[in-house]
């Protein structure tokens, strides 16, 4: 098993800032992605932001440019940095955490509880 812990949600006003951490415990694998989901009412839950535990990364076409993120292997842990703030970025924001194969992939994968972005206009 493994536990997610995520920190950083908010409110905030349109143009602002917030920094997303999550920490990842327990059996941890050294292959893995880590990334952020998030999820507004009466919407799917949509991808924002992986990251493989070599370095590459993926982003959602809505937030590139505003968003980044980045991981630190020796503390298992993911970070989202989310720069200019849109209302349209509201919902709760979930970290993923996936143990892939060598070839890439996913065999296991963990949520986390979410954190809560709001971005008022």
């Known amino acids: 098993q493994v536990q997610l812990v995520e920190s950083g949600g908010g409110l905030v006003q349109a143009g602002g800032s917030l920094r997303l951490s999550c920490a990842a415990s327990g059996s941890t694998f050294s292959r893995n992605v880590m990334g952020w989901y998030r999820q507004a009412p009466g919407k799917q839950r949509e991808l924002v932001a992986d990251i493989t535990s070599g370095g590459s990364t993926k982003y959602a076409d809505s937030v590139k440019g505003r968003f980044t993120i980045s991981r630190d292997n020796a503390k298992n842990s993911v970070y989202l940095q989310m720069n200019s703030l849109k209302p349209e970025d509201t919902a709760r924001y979930y970290c993923?955490?996936?143990?892939?194969?060598?070839?890439?992939?996913?065999?296991?994968?963990?949520w986390g509880q979410g954190t809560q972005v709001t971005v008022s206009s």
């Open positions: 993923k955490y996936e143990m892939t194969t060598i070839r890439g992939e996913t065999f296991d994968h963990y």
